[in-house]
T-cell receptor
Framework: EDKVVQSPLSLVVHEGDTVTLNCSYE??????LLWYKQEKKAPTFLFML????IEKKSGRLSSILDKKELFSILNITATQTGDSAVYLC???????????FGTGTRLTIIP | DSGVTQTPKHLITATGQRVTLRCSPR?????VYWYQQSLDQGLQFLIH???????AKGNILERFSAQQFPDLHSELNLSSLELGDSALYFC??????????????FGQGTRLTVV
């Protein structure tokens, strides 16, 4: 069965710090890995990664995929209180056509 | 706003009752997914419909059922409710089935509380 593991489970940092969130996966027929941010309710899409070593960037957030070692990292630089959220990693399964999610990393930014 | 609409936002009901959750996907999206998120667990896949047909089932209880209508909106029916069914229920939609080429967009969820 597909497996997605995120670490750490929880992270508390001060505003301005840089954080790195980890996601490792085991999935058959890997095609891509997705990152979502979940604040109060709906997960919102951040990145889709398909190729190893190519960084995707959006403002202070960036992410990269390593298909050989089966993991991805999400970096957030110069964190702000608005970055406080649960960050979810997910992989689609080609056969089941569904997203398998990790349990998430709860990030708390202290002013 | 993702474009996916779920109603109601909140639902409080008693054990043994039946409820229906509704989802309208983004315009043009043919795939609808239902997920359950409990306090201690991540997002658990329930079921996927594509253009009116059931495509995949996850760990969905027999007391739960879903359908997708010709106008592509979907309903998730939960019956004989138990306290443990209390959770956030999310609907997500995508243009095509999630085989790795596209992302899914989530609705705001329905918070179900069974008392």
């Amino acid at each position: 069965e597909d497996k997605v593991v995120q670490s750490p489970l929880s992270l508390v940092v001060h505003e301005g710090d840089t954080v790195t969130l980890n996601c490792s996966y085991e999935v058959t027929n890997f095609r891509s890995l997705l990152w979502y941010k979940q604040e109060k309710k709906a997960p919102t899409f951040l990145f889709m990664l398909t190729s190893s070593g190519i960084e995707k960037k959006s403002g202070r957030l960036s992410s990269i995929l390593d298909k050989k070692e089966l993991f991805s990292i999400l970096n957030i630089t110069a964190t702000q209180t608005g970055d406080s959220a649960v960050y979810l990693c997910a992989v689609p399964n080609f056969g089941n056509e569904k997203l398998t999610f990790g349990t998430g990393t709860r990030l708390t930014i202290i002013p | 706003d993702s474009g996916v609409t779920q109603t109601p936002k909140h639902l409080i009901t008693a054990t043994g009752q039946r409820v229906t959750l509704r989802c309208s996907p983004r315009s043009g999206d043919l795939s609808v997914y239902w997920y359950q998120q409990s306090l201690d667990q991540g997002l658990q896949f329930l079921i996927h419909y594509y253009n009116g047909e059931e495509r995949a089932k996850g760990n969905i209880l027999e007391r739960f059922s879903a359908q997708q209508f010709p106008d592509l909106h979907s309903e998730l029916n939960l019956s004989s409710l138990e306290l443990g069914d209390s959770a956030l229920y999310f609907c997500a939609s995508s243009v095509v089935p999630l085989v790795g080429d596209t992302e899914a967009f989530f609705g705001q969820g329905t918070r179900l509380t069974v008392v």
